[in-house]
C-alpha cells in the first residue's frame, strides 16, 4: 500500500481585476494522481512555474485544495481539523529551497532542534543538550556549534541545519522542494548524499522536487515529469531518463549536459 496516496487533485488560484471582481483562474495543479511507496523516493521534474511548489505546499497542507485527495498512510488529510492535522504534522515533514529563509534569524540551532525534538514528545531538559547533539552530528555538523545562529552557518551548513529540524520529528515522509538548487554547486552532491544516505538509514519515503533531470534521476527509484499543472510522464528513474516518451521529458533531457548523462 502507497504510504502517499495523491488523486486527482487540483490548485486554482483566482484572477481578480483591481476592483476585485472574478476574471478567470490560474489552474497551478490540474488532476494530477500519482504515490509514492513507503521507503521509495519519488522525483517530481519541470520546470518553474509548472505546478510543482503548489502541489507541495497542498500535500503539506499550506495551501488549500480546490478538489481532490491527499491520503498519507490511508489517512485522508483534506478536510481535517486543525488540531488533528497538527498532530499528524509530525509524520510529514518539509525541507524548502532557501535554507536561510526557511529558519527563524533570531533562534539558535539549539532552540530550532528542541523545538523541532519537542514535537513528537516532550523532551526534559537535562536531555535535550545530547539529543540535538546527537542530532546535528546525524546530519554532518559539529555539535560545537548549537548555540550558534543561522548567519553564522554558510548555505550548505544551513540546509544541514533545514534537514535536521525535518528529521527531528521521526517524520515517516518527507518533501524536499528544490533542496540544492539555491547552494554552490561543490556542495550539492554532499546535501543529496545526506538525504539519501537519511532515506534509506529511516525508512523514509520522500517526494523529491527539482527542475533538473540528471539530479532527479540520480536520487529517485521513479519519476513524474510535470508540464503546466500536470503529470506528463510517469515510470521509473532508469527508463524515464533513458527512453522518455514525452516530448516535453525530451526536451528537459536535452538541457542535461552530455557529462552528466
Not at 79 to 104: C, H, I, W
Request: net charge positive.
Amino acid at each position: 500500500m502507497a504510504y502517499l496516496r495523491v488523486r486527482d487533485v487540483h490548485v486554482h488560484y483566482p484572477i481578480r481585476n483591481a476592483w476585485g471582481i472574478p476574471q478567470g483562474e490560474v489552474r497551478a495543479v490540474d488532476g494530477v494522481s500519482l504515490e509514492v511507496e513507503r521507503g521509495e523516493v519519488l522525483g517530481l521534474v519541470g520546470e518553474s512555474g509548472c505546478g510543482k511548489t503548489s502541489l507541495s505546499r497542498a500535500i503539506m497542507q499550506l495551501q488549500p485544495v480546490t478538489s481532490g485527495s491527499i491520503e498519507l498512510d490511508g489517512e485522508e488529510l483534506i478536510g481535517k481539523k486543525e488540531r488533528e492535522l497538527r498532530r499528524k504534522r509530525t509524520d510529514f515533514q518539509m525541507v524548502f529551497q532557501d535554507p536561510y529563509a526557511s529558519l527563524n534569524p533570531r533562534f539558535s540551532i539549539y532552540s530550532t532542534l528542541v523545538e523541532a525534538l519537542s514535537r513528537r514528545a516532550p523532551l526534559p531538559w537535562r536531555r535535550r543538550r545530547d539529543a540535538v547533539a546527537q542530532l546535528m552530528e546525524k546530519v554532518g555538523l559539529s555539535a560545537e556549534h548549537m548555540y550558534k545562529y543561522p548567519h553564522e552557518f554558510s548555505g550548505g551548513q544551513r540546509q544541514r541545519v533545514a534537514i535536521a529540524r525535518a528529521i527531528a520529528p521521526e517524520p515517516k515522509f518527507l518533501v524536499a522542494d528544490e533542496p540544492v538548487s539555491a547552494l554552490d554547486v561543490s556542495i550539492r552532491s554532499q546535501i543529496l548524499n545526506l538525504l539519501m544516505d537519511l532515506t534509506h538509514e529511516m525508512g523514509l519515503a520522500m517526494l523529491f522536487i527539482s527542475h533538473d533531470l540528471s539530479v532527479v534521476h540520480h536520487v529517485a527509484d521513479r519519476i513524474a515529469v510535470m508540464q503546466r499543472g500536470r503529470i506528463v510522464e510517469y515510470g521509473e528513474a532508469r527508463e524515464v531518463f533513458n527512453h522518455p516518451q514525452h516530448s516535453y521529458t525530451q526536451q528537459l533531457l536535452r538541457a542535461v549536459p552530455k557529462m552528466l548523462q
